[in-house]
């Protein structure tokens, strides 16, 4: 199983060491040079430095052999293209992404190439007005 | 035709402004209400501002009945999910994003999008400005056919008359531009060093010209 993370922040970061404790084969992409450089010697992730919304930097980290893409970078618009260019390889992999914004939600979704997606901003506030209306 | 645009940049202020001078119903977005300054004084288009791919701020601009919509900030990722939605959430008929990476613009092209990259269109014209100096079309006439061309005229055809260098049905001298002042040769019109030559060129005579305009062999003085 061939897992590709797109952005190494706590979320790209914390599923890759998860991902490769279940004995997964996972990259991880990312786009700052200093968070690369950080990961390459604390941990032993394989970490590609690029920008996750460029084909040929995609096509190096293995798109075409991913069976799931994970785009989790914190900006929404990032992880929309990346879906797109996933869904553009003839392998079709699965995208799941992260929604930094609540407002983007409508836009996540199989229309946009994306299979799954959590937004949580919408989760946090859903449990804070159940627990206010349990007062 | 009703038409939005989305940054209002030096490309977004033009392009909007020769838009609404041709009559068409404009609205541009941008974040920033002070890029709206760019826009010329008889811009008469709705300007709004707000974020480029907001669903009220689209609808407030009226994206459900738009003709066009061209996405043109500084962002490449920003314009290629504002002109998608325009296209897969409103089914906008012509949507053009302006993508900078010319990588980038020939993958979004299979979306369905018309991508303008900026960038190559630059570098082509630039390699085009220096590898074919010489041969400079004004003007492209019918569906090209016959081109305009504006050429100086080569240093060893001084001397020569123009009424020489024309083709009949291929190259014909239309006028001549010489120390800023233009006229049209007649019979015997002498060429001078530095005049400036507008051809009536037909297309497939092109080749033709650049041969003996680039070495001057044909007609060698």
Known sequence: MNILIIGAGKVGRKLARDMIGKGYNVKLVDKDESVCDKIEKKENLEVICGDGCDPLVLELAGIKIADIVAAVTSDDEDNLVVAQLAKLQPNKPKVVSIINHPKNEWLFNKKWGIDASVCPTSILAGIIEKEIANK | ?221
């Not at chain 2, 008469?44 to 791919?53: D, L, S």
């Not at chain 2, 004004?138 to 016959?146: K, P, R, T, W, Y």
Request: charged share 25%.
């Open chain 2, 1 to 221: 035709m009703h038409i939005i645009i989305i940054g209002c940049g030096r490309v977004g202020s033009q392009t909007a402004n020769l838009l609404s001078e041709a009559g068409h119903n404009v609205n541009i977005i941008d974040l920033d209400p002070k890029s709206f300054n760019r826009l010329g004084k008889s811009f008469n288009g709705r300007k709004i501002t707000g974020f480029g791919y907001d669903k009220d701020v689209l609808e407030r601009a009226g994206i459900e009945e738009a003709d066009a919509f061209a996405a043109l900030t500084h962002g490449d990722n920003r314009n290629i999910v504002a002109a998608l939605i325009a296209k897969k959430e409103y089914r906008v008929p012509i949507v053009i994003a302006r993508i900078y990476d010319p990588v980038r613009a020939i993958v979004y092209n299979k979306l369905s999008i018309t991508t303008i990259s900026p960038t190559r269109w630059g570098a082509n014209k630039i390699k085009e400005l220096i590898c074919q100096k010489d041969i400079n079309s004004q003007l492209s006439l019918g569906n090209g056919e016959v081109e305009i061309i504006e050429i100086e005229v080569p240093y060893n055809f001084k001397g020569l008359t123009y009424d020489k260098i024309n083709v009949p049905g291929e190259i014909m001298v239309t006028a001549v531009t010489r120390l800023g002042r233009a006229f049209v040769p007649v019979v015997g019109s002498e060429v001078k060093e530095g005049d400036i030559m507008l051809l009536s060129v037909a297309s497939e005579s092109i080749p033709k010209l650049k041969d003996f305009m680039g070495l001057g062999i044909r007609r060698n003085v």
